[in-house]
């Protein structure tokens, strides 16, 4: 097996190269999901009469870190 350095959280499965490369394929997704989750709230609130009072953000898929 490859050992790679990290500065992440020391998980096990992060020795590994594939294990890196997972993480940052998931990092990567969540940042996708959150600027895609942005612009939808963007249009809705583009509306006439249309405000935001609160605005929450909610990181429910974040099981694959440790």
């Given at each position: ?12 499965w992060e020795k590994w190269s594939e ?30 009469g249309a405000v935001s009072v609160l605005t929450l953000e909610n ?8």
């Amino acid at each position: 097996m490859i050992e790679a350095q990290t500065t992440h959280s020391g998980a096990p499965w992060e020795k590994w190269s594939e294990g890196l490369e997972y993480r940052k394929s998931m990092e990567l997704m969540g940042r996708y999901a959150s600027a895609n989750h942005d612009m939808i709230h963007q249009s809705v609130l583009n509306h006439p009469g249309a405000v935001s009072v609160l605005t929450l953000e909610n990181h429910h898929n974040f099981a694959w870190k440790m």
